[in-house]
């Protein structure tokens, strides 16, 4: 029997050897054709199909997923957050509560962005507006020790994710870079003087959204690593105390004399207003009265003399 099957299988197979030999031709012609990219793409492609077969002998999806975070350049993007707080505060001594607010800052490690400060005649520090910038990793302490710097009237905290936008920025600042080294290796290559204005003009401009998008990441990056508090410091001014109505006759007799008193008061003020027209009115009718007077006096005819 096996005798029998060895001279067709031999036969078979030179069979196959002779169909595939004219398609190994052809995949040698073209492989010989091809250019240094081509070779380069196709070793790729090779190492992409060796990196599946390698994930695909794993034992589950698990491990694939564990063999895929190991793999060197795979990283996990953090977290982004832009934290925000409020603080008001009132204090017996602005300047000693100042201070403070200094000693926490520094234990924290941050510093001073804004400062707005008011005293008043005496030059004693009544308000004191100041915005601060700490670490975003010590935001929650920096929060809780402001807070407790005098005595708190109001705290407010707030958290904003830009994840999302922090990773749109950096898969567009991929692509312009990319774009612009396209336009360079065009610039080089391009002879015509009207093609090679057109990719200089798309250069610049492919230049100038790559620098908005990194100053976009510098600003995002600057308010995702530093958290922004803003803590207000008012005078605590001590209250009158409140008037108790005394009742009865006392009672009586004090809301008398108090209503006397602001009889006579007004009297007086009213008297004041109306002196000063009462002495222009007599400097000016006097001498006018006087004037007249005097005339109508001329004016009389005399009696006749009796005889």
Known sequence: ?????????????????????PVLAVLVLSGCGSDSSGTAAGASD?????????????????????????APGSE??????????????????VAATRARLDAVLAKDGGRVADEDTATDDRGT?????????????RFDGAMTSLSEIASLRTAS???????????????????????????RA????????????DVERALTER??????????????ADRTSLATITVDVALRTTPAPPQVAAGGFVGGLGHGWN???????????????????AVAGALVGVPAWLVVRRMRRTRRPRAPAES
């Not at 898969?171 to 612009?180: K, L, Q």
């Open 259 to 277: 209503a006397l008193v602001a009889v006579v008061t007004g009297l007086l003020v009213g008297l004041g207003a109306l002196l000063p027209f």
């Open 207 to 220: 230049q100038g959204e790559l620098e908005s998008l990194r100053q976009q990441r510098v600003y995002l």
């Open 157 to 183: 905290r707030k958290a904003e994710d830009v994840t999302t936008q922090v990773i749109d920025l950096q898969a567009r600042i991929a692509a312009e870079r990319a774009g612009v080294r396209r336009l």
């Open 1 to 21: 029997m096996d005798i029998a099957t060895s001279p067709t299988m031999a036969r078979a197979h030179r069979g196959s050897l002779l169909v595939a030999a």
């Open 46 to 70: 090779a190492g992409s199909l060796a990196q599946d077969s390698n994930l695909g002998n794993t034992a589950n999806g698990k491990a694939a997923a564990e063999v895929a975070q190991k």
């Open 125 to 137: 520090l009544t308000h004191s507006h100041l915005v601060v910038r700490v670490p975003s990793d």
């Open 76 to 93: 996990v993007q953090r977290r982004a957050v832009i934290s925000t707080g409020t603080i008001a505060l009132t204090s017996s001594d």
């Open 186 to 197: 065009l610039v080089s290559q391009t002879a015509n003087l009207r093609a090679l204005l």
